[in-house]
């Protein structure tokens, strides 16, 4: 299972990072599940299904609201 980072969205495409490494991706949209956004944590099955992380997704913006209140203190 590969896991990626939704970067950005560009036209058609959301520009994903992979986990662990710095390998960008262009996946189509049409391809992500609907909830997906910038920030989101993807996981890709061995089949090629894509879904979201829910967990890891709430963990990573936990810890960018904590990094930006702390910065802005």
Same mark, same amino acid.
């Not at 662990?20 to 299904?49: C, H, M, W, Y």
């Given at each position: 299972?590969?896991?990626?980072?939704? /970067? #950005? +969205?560009?036209? /058609? +495409?959301?520009?994903? $990072?992979?986990? !662990?490494? $710095?390998? =960008?991706? !262009?996946?189509? #949209?049409? $391809? =992500?599940? @609907?909830?997906?956004? %910038?920030?989101?944590? =993807? %996981?890709?099955?061995?089949?090629?299904?894509?879904?979201? /992380?829910? $967990? %890891?997704?709430?963990?990573?913006? @936990?810890?960018? =609201?904590?990094?930006?209140?702390?910065? +802005?203190?």
């Amino acid at each position: 299972m590969r896991k990626l980072i939704i /970067n #950005r +969205f560009e036209g /058609n +495409f959301a520009i994903c $990072e992979e986990k !662990g490494n $710095e390998k =960008l991706f !262009g996946i189509d #949209r049409k $391809e =992500l599940p @609907e909830q997906a956004a %910038e920030g989101t944590v =993807l %996981e890709i099955s061995d089949e090629g299904e894509i879904s979201i /992380n829910e $967990e %890891e997704t709430q963990q990573r913006r @936990e810890r960018i =609201l904590a990094r930006q209140k702390k910065a +802005f203190q």
